[in-house]
């Protein structure tokens, strides 16, 4: 009883926000933290050391790739949420376990639209963190793609796939188990170059790690122009050769020069033979220079998983003031979900104009141990999601010892 009464006061303290609780056979898994309003989002989402499902991006197209409900955003949401569901299942999970999406827009005004679509498809209080970006798509009809993470209940010690396209997983699971984050990396040339080049000073960084392609769970490229989409592609098949790709994430990037940065998660079952000194590395590979606002990778060998949903600024007078109000809301989020700065994993900076990315370099140090920072992509984008903003952050944590 007095458990229960502990439960519940939890769940009625307004000082705390709202916070629900999903268990599966008696074990506590999801804990959703922040309001449950129509957002369609939680402000956090905290799992348990589970294996999670990564998926692709989709976009609602048939099997010869035109656009379902061309200018009909509502049919192209549901769409791509059937395709979700079904790889999902293949991979022993479902919609109803996702813990977070990622949402990208061809216009930040279909946020809130979108918003209420996601409100729908998922139970009061048990709704998943959300980022949203705005920005070209990989086809011109397309109104929105997605990728989600979610809970599988498929056990593995290696990462294992789901595929639709053959040598393209449409699914990767990431056992249970350490797991590394990789910042972006961009190697200078045309995109067909530079994509290449990318991809082999990634295989350097996994290979320093002990870790391989089969390792790979996700893949997030930052490229420009999303046109070319195609070429990037086909330089990630002959990349992995007769290895499975990843899940493929591509995000419209405002940029000439590196024209693409690429970003990965890698699981890494190297590190369970040994005896890890610490709950989260913040690693520098041979060859790269420290950062004290970013680590080149960050692994965290053992502890619950935090996915925050996008926060972002609104406009100020000055960067500067958007930012601490950003950094502020982080503070708030990251105190409710039971962690702090010192253990942030993966940051992504989407920002609208280069003076946020000035202010970034400025305000960081006030926040991050530069012993501990947080691995990290930063991205000049179209649109960070809403129309009054120009910066939102992407964060995982993980929670205080």
């Known amino acids: 009883m007095r458990f229960l009464t502990v439960i519940i006061c939890f769940l009625l303290c307004a000082d705390c926000g709202f916070a629900q609780i999903r268990q599966q056979a008696g074990k506590t898994e999801i804990r959703y933290i922040g309001p449950d309003d129509l957002a369609g989002s939680s402000d956090a989402v905290i799992v348990d050391e589970v294996p999670l499902a990564h998926t692709r991006l989709f976009l609602s197209t048939d099997e010869k790739g035109n656009i379902i409900g061309k200018d009909n955003l509502n049919t192209q949401f549901k769409q791509i949420f059937a395709a979700l569901a079904q790889s999902l299942k293949a991979a022993g999970s479902g919609t109803e376990k996702i813990i977070k999406l990622n949402v990208f827009l061809k216009d930040p005004g279909m946020m809130n639209e979108v918003g209420s679509l996601i409100n729908g498809r998922f139970a009061k209080g048990m709704k998943p963190s959300v980022t949203y970006v705005a920005g070209d798509l990989s086809h011109?009809?397309?109104?929105?793609?997605?990728?989600?993470?979610?809970?599988?209940?498929?056990?593995?010690?290696?990462?294992?796939?789901?595929?639709?396209?053959?040598?393209?997983?449409?699914?990767?699971?990431?056992?249970?188990?350490?797991?590394?984050?990789?910042?972006?990396?961009?190697?200078?040339?045309?995109?067909?170059?530079?994509?290449?080049?990318?991809?082999?000073?990634?295989?350097?960084?996994?290979?320093?790690?002990?870790?391989?392609?089969?390792?790979?769970?996700?893949?997030?490229?930052?490229?420009?122009?999303?046109?070319?989409?195609?070429?990037?592609?086909?330089?990630?098949?002959?990349?992995?050769?007769?290895?499975?790709?990843?899940?493929?994430?591509?995000?419209?990037?405002?940029?000439?020069?590196?024209?693409?940065?690429?970003?990965?998660?890698?699981?890494?079952?190297?590190?369970?033979?040994?005896?890890?000194?610490?709950?989260?590395?913040?690693?520098?590979?041979?060859?790269?220079?420290?950062?004290?606002?970013?680590?080149?990778?960050?692994?965290?060998?053992?502890?619950?998983?935090?996915?925050?949903?996008?926060?972002?600024?609104?406009?100020?007078?000055?960067?500067?003031?958007?930012?601490?109000?950003?950094?502020?809301?982080?503070?708030?989020?990251?105190?409710?979900?039971?962690?702090?700065?010192?253990?942030?994993?993966?940051?992504?900076?989407?920002?609208?104009?280069?003076?946020?990315?000035?202010?970034?370099?400025?305000?960081?140090?006030?926040?991050?141990?530069?012993?501990?920072?947080?691995?990290?992509?930063?991205a000049k984008v179209k649109g960070v999601g809403i129309q009054d903003s120009g910066v939102s952050i992407d964060m995982i944590a993980t929670v205080r010892e």
């Open 140 to 378: 011109p009809d397309a109104l929105l793609s997605i990728d989600a993470v979610a809970v599988s209940e498929r056990n593995s010690e290696k990462v294992s796939f789901v595929e639709k396209n053959k040598g393209f997983a449409d699914v990767a699971i990431l056992p249970k188990g350490p797991v590394v984050y990789v910042s972006g990396q961009a190697a200078k040339g045309n995109l067909a170059e530079a994509t290449k080049g990318t991809l082999e000073q990634l295989r350097e960084t996994l290979i320093s790690l002990g870790l391989t392609l089969k390792d790979v769970v996700q893949v997030k490229s930052f490229l420009s122009p999303m046109s070319s989409i195609d070429m990037v592609k086909k330089e990630f098949s002959d990349f992995f050769k007769t290895e499975k790709v990843p899940p493929l994430v591509f995000v419209d990037w405002i940029s000439s020069d590196p024209v693409i940065e690429i970003e990965l998660i890698a699981a890494s079952p190297a590190k369970t033979q040994n005896a890890a000194t610490d709950r989260i590395e913040f690693l520098t590979p041979p060859g790269m220079t420290a950062s004290p606002v970013y680590s080149k990778v960050t692994r965290l060998n053992q502890g619950k998983k935090i996915y925050i949903s996008s926060i972002h600024g609104k406009r100020s007078e000055s960067t500067d003031a958007e930012l601490l109000e950003v950094f502020s809301s982080l503070n708030n989020v990251l105190t409710a979900s039971g962690s702090d700065f010192n253990n942030l994993l993966k940051a992504t900076y989407y920002i609208g104009s280069d003076p946020y990315s000035k202010s970034l370099s400025d305000l960081r140090p006030r926040y991050y141990d530069p012993k501990r920072p947080p691995a990290a992509s930063k």
